[in-house]
């Protein structure tokens, strides 16, 4: 089955994938059990030309939820607007770790006092300014020159994360291999993105920037990723037009 890429990637991704076991890529071609599906797992690599790329966001895996699992790390499809008149929306506040992002953005960009990052706060922010789709949030950062990546393409259940993350290993190994030239940041999410460094060949000299998790409550204070991500202004409704 042909991989749908961008024609920019075509040659890295049809070696990355060259490195899966057989076995694996046979799974994969089934187009079974597992999401997102065959046709979407590589979407990252099909809207952000590689010449466009300047960092790697690395997560860690899906979204447990077919629906929310886009081929995008961290694009939730589950979610539709951000806001709602109440502050964030329904879906964006069952998203730990999106709505987690999303004070980070409001606080880093003065929007949020640290003292108040509550429901009402939002609500009373005047949000003319601002995206209000997950779509937009994904464009913005595309047009950040952000690859949303997972170090695993697919999700079947949480017992097979381990096993689903050792099997792209090398399809990730290959891949920065062959972009070590190009000067791209490595954006590393948490544990499991580390994965990744630990994985490197040694000769490979990649910049990272390693930061906890969104999932937890500190990243929204970290200054850091505050210097990272203020710049991209990934609200900005002005970005996206």
Not at 199 to 205: I, R, S, V
């Amino acid at each position: 089955m042909p991989l749908d890429v961008d024609n920019s990637w075509s040659e890295i991704i049809t070696y990355a994938y060259d490195g899966l076991t057989p076995k694996y890529r046979k799974f994969l071609e089934a187009n079974e059990g597992y999401f997102p599906n065959y046709t979407n797992f590589l979407n990252a690599f099909k809207t952000l030309p590689l010449d466009k790329t300047k960092y790697i966001l690395f997560g860690q895996d899906p979204y447990p939820r077919e629906q929310s699992a886009t081929g995008y790390a961290f694009i939730d499809g589950n979610v539709k607007n951000i806001f709602s008149q109440k502050g964030f929306s329904k879906e964006v506040n069952r998203a730990t770790s999106l709505r987690n992002f999303l004070k980070m953005l409001l606080l880093s960009e003065g929007y949020l006092n640290s003292d108040d990052l509550s429901q009402e706060a939002i609500a009373k922010l005047n949000k003319e300014k601002f995206i209000d789709s997950i779509n937009e949030l994904k464009d913005n950062f595309q047009k950040s020159g952000v690859l949303l990546l997972n170090i695993a393409l697919i999700f079947t259940c949480k017992e097979d994360t381990n096993l689903h993350v050792k099997e792209f290993r090398v399809f990730m190994q290959r891949l920065l291999s062959r972009l070590e030239s190009y000067k791209i940041e490595l954006i590393l999410f948490g544990a499991m993105a580390k994965d990744i460094k630990k994985n490197l060949p040694a000769a490979l000299e990649y910049k990272t920037i390693e930061t906890l998790h969104p999932y937890n409550i500190g990243f929204i204070h970290d200054t850091k990723v505050w210097e990272l991500f203020k710049p991209m202004s990934l609200l900005d409704k002005e970005l996206h037009h």
